[in-house]
């Protein structure tokens, strides 16, 4: 059970620290003087690459490219936080566009802390209770004052805790409490055992202990503070040139929101306005950067490259050679000297083998640890270079693959007027793949830390007003029947509907491409109520075929539905009805034609004046299959009646399996019939046996020898007659499987004489 967080406070701030050392710098030894006449290549200044282009994924990455030019040889500095490392070492991209060459890549790393914790020797975990602590110092000379004893120095030999109780109440679980008691052992040999409560203080005599715990919380503290992540990278060449990096990093995915806003006046179209939310929480700020927005999720994933790792060794055994233990030998018999004979008595000891700890390597654990420095260094042909520059734009979704994904938000300034709102052909859109992308052609500024909301649409495009009605949803909905006419893919996200200046409802849309049309529900319709008032199906069948004992029957269905719409609103209003579409051969009688068709519904479209009510009715027909698999081991007579009953002419065909099926049916009740009666001889013949059994000797027991024969006679019979009526039915199956495998027969509805 872990102590309070305040013991361990009061703990380490007890500690009497010494004054810690000044910090030693151990001096480089001067490097070696150049020859005389060599020149000397001055140390550049480390120059910083600002972000030119973003490109941001909805699955939680994004595509960064830092451009700038750097002259001879520079050192460029990027910084990340550390999230973004793993995703930078995976997808790092460096083009030196002047001839030159990336030396290397470096990022500062440190050690992670299970491995720091490691060199202290107190082998405290990094989340210790107070009971560990405590433990750690066992052995240890402490001072302990706060007590009933006041000052009581020694070492620390245990601690331990008791439940005690608190109360006068016993058997009661509820009035114990765990208390905690230390056990010192003086110097002279007296051993004390105090009470660990709060006010009592414990401080370790050693100096050197004591700077183990100082360091033990240092590198606590540390721990928690992420900081910044420094990449430098070494541009090697003569003159100046333009140096280009990209990465792909994990960001907050990007969202879509769009408004509606109708005119006072009808028009028949409607102002949509489109909105990307995009948050900065990199390292950087995005000052006048291309952006560009895709909708799309490449394959993406994190793996820990900026981590090290440290795979578990197999721990063997030092291998031992076994000692030989003392043993006698017999002496030899001097009358055979010639055949001498020794016999061993040796007592051979057991075999000793090394032992080998072998821990399989594919069960290590991969400890999540730091690197002190890395190198990357990517080379790439001019005839690459000119590649990418050439297709920029499908190199950034490229490189999208394979970085990480993750979430998250900033807040603050950066949030456009609407003012600011884009007009026609400031956004490009660009299909690739699966994906679609924004790109806008003014440069956006979002400041680290920041978010801003930036315009992707702004055109008028047909929009009309309907009741949308679903038989699965009881109330109507107000919706907008939305047409794209604009050259952008319009993303999923939320949208806004604001009429005659107020606002209307919101709702959700999936993404609608150019040329779609689609219908965007915002509201509920109270003024508008839709139900179904006539239900008719009518069947009639259309076709009987036969073959191999399988009867598919054929019929021919027309239903009608009747919907009725009423409206109490003052103006005329505009029901999209949404009926289910059947598949397989369905479809609407002739001039009845849907508003659309989905794969699924239909929607049908209905005009309901100002209170009044309005009627649609939906016929369609179409095939309705009904399949029956003749078997020998089911009575299916009663089916076959009633087929023969509705299409007279498979008389012929289906008369010979009826009456083999009925002769087997009849088989079927003789054996039963048999097979009860052979029970029946069966239990009076083993009554007669034990009354015979039982009257051994006696002259009544000659009128049960007579009964006991009959009664095997007649088991005996009513076995046979069982037997015999098994062979006739296996007969009759027989027959009656052959009739079925060779029964064919196709039958088709005439049509009516006019």
């Not at 082998?123 to 209770?129: H, Q």
């Not at 063997?316 to 050679?321: F, L, R």
């Not at 009575?635 to 009925?662: C, E, G, K």
């Not at 095997?712 to 499987?737: G, M, P, Y």
Request: glycine share 6%; with cysteine.
């Amino acid at each position: 059970m872990r102590r309070p967080l305040a013991l361990l406070c009061l703990f380490v701030f007890t500690l009497s620290l010494p004054a810690q050392p000044p910090a030693v710098t151990h001096a480089k030894p001067a490097p070696p003087a150049p020859p005389q006449g060599s020149q000397v290549v001055p140390s550049q200044v480390v120059k910083d690459l600002p972000v030119r282009k973003v490109v941001l994924y909805k699955n939680g990455v994004g595509y960064f490219e830092h451009a700038g030019s750097v002259m001879g040889n520079q050192r460029v500095a990027i910084d990340f936080t550390s999230p973004q490392l793993n995703d930078v070492l995976q997808s790092l991209t460096v083009l030196d566009e002047g001839g030159g060459r990336i030396a290397g890549v470096n990022y500062n790393s440190t050690t992670p802390l299970a491995e720091q914790l490691k060199s202290l020797s107190l082998g405290m975990s990094d989340d210790p209770s107070s009971t560990e602590l405590f433990q750690a110092l066992r052995g240890q000379r402490v001072e302990v004052t706060g007590g009933p004893g006041g000052v009581i120095a020694g070492r620390l030999m245990s601690i331990e805790a008791r439940n005690e109780k608190t109360g006068t109440s016993t058997g009661d679980d509820s009035d114990t409490v765990q208390k905690f008691y230390l056990t010192l052992v003086a110097a002279s040999g007296a051993v004390r055992v105090i009470e660990l409560t709060p006010a009592l203080s414990v401080r370790p005599l050693d100096t050197s202990l004591e700077g183990q715990l100082d360091r033990y919380l240092e590198l606590l503290s540390t721990n928690h503070s992420t900081g910044l992540r420094h990449l430098t990278l070494d541009a090697i060449g003569t003159g100046q040139r333009q140096l280009r990096v990209s990465y792909i990093s994990e960001v907050p995915v990007w969202k879509s929101t769009y408004r509606i806003v109708f005119p006072h006046d009808p028009t028949g179209s409607a102002i949509v306005q489109g909105w990307a939310v995009v948050d900065n929480t990199v390292g950087a700020d995005w000052d006048n950067v291309q952006l560009s927005l895709v909708a799309g999720a490449p394959q993406s994933f994190i793996q820990p490259l900026s981590q090290p790792l440290y795979m578990r060794r197999p721990e063997i055994a030092i291998s031992t050679v076994a000692e030989t233990t003392p043993q006698t030998h017999e002496a030899a018999d001097s009358k055979e000297f010639d055949r001498v004979e020794m016999t061993s008595k040796l007592a051979a000891p057991p075999a000793i083998h090394g032992n080998r700890n072998r821990q399989d390597s594919n069960q290590a654990d991969a400890l999540s640890v730091q690197t002190n420095s890395n190198s990357v260094n990517t080379l790439i042909s001019q005839q690459q270079v000119s590649e990418i520059a050439t297709n920029n734009r499908n190199f950034a979704a490229l490189a999208a693959i394979g970085a990480g994904v993750s979430g998250g938000s900033g807040v603050g300034g950066g949030v456009y007027r609407p003012s600011d709102a884009i007009e026609e052909g400031d956004v490009s859109t660009n299909a690739f793949d699966d994906f679609f992308e924004y790109a806008l052609k003014q440069p956006v500024t979002i400041h680290k830390n920041e978010s801003a909301m930036v315009p992707i649409l702004q055109q008028d495009l047909p929009a009309e007003h309907v009741t949308l009605w679903s038989e699965k949803e009881a109330t109507p909905l107000r919706a907008v029947w939305l047409e794209n006419k604009s050259q952008l893919t319009l993303d999923s996200g939320s949208f806004s509907i604001f009429e005659s200046g107020e606002f209307a409802g919101e709702g959700l849309l999936d993404p609608i491409h150019p040329g779609e049309k689609r219908l965007l529900s915002y509201a509920a319709d109270q003024a508008v109520r839709v139900k179904v008032t006539a239900r008719d199906s009518k069947r009639t069948l259309h076709h009987v075929q036969i073959r191999k004992g399988s009867i598919v029957e054929t019929h021919m269905e027309v239903a009608t539905v009747t919907y009725s719409a009423t409206n109490s609103a003052d103006v005329e209003r505009t029901v999209l009805l949404e009926h289910p579409r059947r598949t397989n051969g369905w479809s609407l009688d002739e001039g009845l034609k849907p508003a659309e068709a989905s794969p699924n519904l239909y929607r049908f479209r209905l005009a309901v004046p100002a209170h009044s009510t309005a009627k649609l009715e939906v016929r369609e027909r179409g095939p309705e299959y009904y399949r029956v698999t003749l078997n020998a081991n089911q009575n299916q007579v009663s089916y076959l009646l009633d087929l023969r009953s509705r299409v007279p002419s498979t008389l012929d065909s289906i008369q010979p399996v009826i009456d083999a099926q009925i002769k087997l049916t009849d088989l079927d009740a003789r054996i039963a019939d048999s097979k009860k009666a052979e029970e029946t001889a069966a239990a009076d013949e083993a009554r007669d046996r034990e009354n015979l059994t039982a009257l051994k000797g006696n002259d009544a027991a000659k009128r049960f020898v007579d009964e006991l024969n009959h009664a095997e006679d007649q088991l005996q019979s009513t076995r046979k007659q069982t037997a015999d009526l098994d062979l006739q039915k296996q007969a009759a199956e027989q027959k009656l499987n052959e009739l079925i495998s060779g029964l064919s027969f196709d039958w088709d509805e005439k049509p009516a004489v006019p």
